[in-house]
Each structure stands twice: as structure tokens, then as C-alpha cells.
DNA sequence: AAATAATTCAAACGTTTGTTTTAATTCAAA
DNA sequence: TTTGAATTAAAACAAACGTTTGAATTATTT
């Protein structure tokens, strides 16, 4: 899947306004006018507007988990210190792809046999995966409990960082944090966060009931 | 905020509709011909789509923290009993109404300064002074640790349920659950989005970090 | 330089959109 | 039973929608 200059234009504008306005609430007139290409543009490099949300999520979706892959196989850390390495890594990845991934959340509520749903379904079951190689050698090694949901955990770390990113706002507002300009406070939500998540892991994975 | 018999039947299609295919994708006359009514009633009762959509959320989002208030001033129940509970309560409620979530988690990514939103955030508000009062009660009692972030608490709850209402088909295939029928299963996940639940607030609020 | 392919553009296509209009009908109070 | 308001129904409205067309332009190949 290659895309020119000019594709990408198009579709990281798309994306932007999807994640804005929705799918159906964004018309591929504003996308055109909003990337300054021509409308018919959209449908000579895409073929329709499904087509080009599909090229959105095969544009984004591939090289996501690229990173923690190389974790799993780094024999030198500790599963303990994998899992805290794979919260940081989760946290900045979403963070830094903000747009797609509102998109994704929409998607999801609504889409049940398209293509994307494919798509976003293969990803999550490679994500399960490779987490589930790290809780494997972590239980072998007498670390982590011998019952862990990985699905469970993922639903909880995927869940708190999205609903994070849709409820901001309001957080910023109940610590009055109002005061931070937007760059220092999503630095600060996401040490927040981080350091919230590593203590939910541990105790799934490590401490008693 | 009054509705008759026919204004709740176009609310209640109006919701399933637009859970099912987001308001931008859901079409008024499609809503009319669900609900075995005429084009023009929804303005005549509503005004318009989009108030049509508030009403919605007038609809549901009064009475939803209803029983949890009478919990708090419930003096015989410890804040630990409590709080596991409002877990319980939290997740029942939100199962009950899964339509109406689904299009307040859209609603959230999109919307910034709209009259949902403001109807969301004061909910919000409100709650969020419900659960502080029964954590303050904890903390005075020594039963619960001095910091507790309860917003961020809050998004941990939410974020892991909505999580799983989304992703609720593809959980059930990496647990091969798909001999269970969707009653059996809706009732699974709710036990497991319980106890995994109560297991993360007792370490938020009570265990050392 | 000529020929061929790829891209850009403005205009137009037929539908569907949310909303309004106007007339018919129902219903309750006088 | 008459009167006036509330409700229902079908038709019409302009605007916006995704997509296509065919000519103009640019780029590439021969």
C-alpha cells in the first residue's frame, strides 16, 4: 500500500476532520477544499469516500505495534519492567495518533462486518499476542499470576486512555489545571496516566486478590 | 420535561437508530418509518433533528445517578461495601441503557460547545461529588488512602466498560464463547466487568502503591 | 517533437437530506 | 352539534450529498 504525496495529503486531512466531524458529518467537498485539491480528486485516487477511510486505517494501522514487538524479543528486560515499557509505549503511540484513533472508537461502536472492523480486529488479536508472549514468560518465571485475562487488561488499559482523551476537558476543568497551556497539560495526563496504569497492571498481574 | 406515548416511541427509535448508525448516518425519515410514524411529526414535536437529539439526552440522563445517591447516605454500609456497590450499580445501569452510551461516547469525541455536551459534563459533575463524598468518608475512617484521584478513578470505570461494550464480539471470540446465547454471554461479561472492577479501585483506594 | 498516459478541473448528474407548507382529519370543550 | 385547536398526512422545497463526465492541462514515453 503506497501512496504519493498528494494522497497522504488527502488522506491526513480526511483524518483530521473524520476524527472532528464524523463520517457522515464531514462531505468530501470540505476534505477537498480543506486539502486544496479538486473534489473529483477524492474519487481519481480513492474510488469513493468508504474507500478513502479504508486507505486512512490501512495507512495508520500496520506499523502501530511495530515497537512493542521489538520489546517482546529484548531477552534482557524483565516481563515486569516489558509490561510498564509496553503502558508508556501504548500511552504515547494513541497520544501521538489522537485523530485515528477517535476515529477508530467510532468505528467500532458502529461498524460490525465491514472491512475496517477486519482490520482494526486483526490488529487487536496481534496486539493480544505479543502482550500474552510477555505474561506467558512472566508466569514461567513465577512473576505474575497463573490466571490473567489478557483481553481484560487491554479492555482497561485501551478503555481508561480513550475515555481519557474524550473526557479531557472536564478533567482539566475538576483540577482546575485550566492555568496549563494545551502542551504541558497532555504532558501532564499522560504521566498521569501512565503512572496509573502500572499500578492497575501490577496488581492484576502480580499481587493477590 | 414531559413526553407522551408517541414523543417516547420516536425518542426511544430515535436512540436505537442513531446508537446503531451515529446521527449524521441516521436519516429522519428512516427514524419515521421505524417508528410507524409521519415525516413531519418529528418536527412537529421537536423542532428539528438536532433537538430531536437533545431530547434524547433530557430523556435519559436525569434519573441515572438516582440510585447511587441513595446509596451515599445509606450509613450502614461501610465506604468499602460502597464502593463495590457503585461498581455494580454503574455497570448494570450502563448495560441497561447500552443504546444511550453508545451515542454519548460519540457524541464526546465529537461535540465541544454543543447543549449535550453541557447536559454530559454537568452528569459528570454531579457524579463525580457523589463518589467523592463516599471516598472522603473512607479516608476520614483511615479505611482509604490519602491521594485518590477520583476523576481519574471515574475514567477507569467508564473507559473499561465502554471498552468492553465495544469490543464485546471480539473478547467473546478470543474467549470462544460463542456457543453461550447473547443473554448468558451479556451476563458473563458484566460478572467479569465486576469483580475486575472492584479488584482495581480496593488497590487505587485502599493498597500502597 | 510527437504521441501517449496521467492528472486536474469545472460543471453537471441524480439522490437524498432536513424542513416547511397546506390541506385533511381527529379530538375535546362549549 | 358546532367551534377551534391539536394532530396527521402527503407533497413540495431548496440545499447538500457522493459521484461521474469530458474537456483541458501536465507529465512521461517513444
New binding site residues.
Given amino acids: 500500500m503506497e501512496f504519493n504525496d498528494?494522497q497522504i495529503e488527502i488522506l491526513e486531512t480526511a483524518e483530521r476532520l473524520f476524527a472532528a466531524k464524523g463520517f457522515d458529518g464531514?462531505?468530501?467537498?470540505?476534505i477537498a477544499k480543506e486539502a486544496n485539491?479538486?473534489?473529483?480528486?477524492i474519487?481519481?485516487y480513492f474510488g469513493?469516500?468508504?474507500k478513502l477511510m479504508e486507505a486512512i486505517f490501512n495507512y495508520r494501522i500496520n506499523n502501530a505495534w511495530f515497537a512493542v514487538k521489538t520489546l517482546v524479543d529484548d531477552h534482557s528486560l524483565s516481563p515486569i519492567k516489558k509490561m510498564d515499557m509496553l503502558v508508556d509505549s501504548v500511552i504515547d503511540r494513541i497520544s501521538e495518533k489522537e485523530c485515528f484513533h477517535r476515529i477508530m472508537v467510532r468505528q467500532q461502536i458502529i461498524a460490525k462486518d465491514d472491512i475496517v472492523t477486519k482490520l482494526i480486529n486483526e490488529s487487536r488479536a496481534r496486539n493480544i499476542e505479543i502482550i500474552n508472549e510477555i505474561i506467558r514468560d512472566g508466569q514461567q518465571q513465577k512473576l505474575f499470576k497463573k490466571k490473567i485475562d489478557t483481553p481484560l487488561l487491554v479492555i482497561t488499559m485501551i478503555g481508561t486512555i480513550y475515555q481519557m482523551m474524550n473526557t479531557q476537558d472536564f478533567y482539566r476543568q475538576v483540577h482546575k489545571l485550566e492555568s496549563l497551556d494545551e502542551t504541558a497539560f497532555q504532558h501532564h495526563i499522560r504521566l498521569v496516566l501512565k503512572a496509573h496504569l502500572k499500578t492497575i497492571f501490577k496488581t492484576i498481574l502480580i499481587n493477590e486478590a
Fill in positions: 498528494k464531514t462531505s468530501v467537498r470540505e485539491i479538486n473534489l473529483a480528486s474519487s481519481y469513493s469516500k468508504e
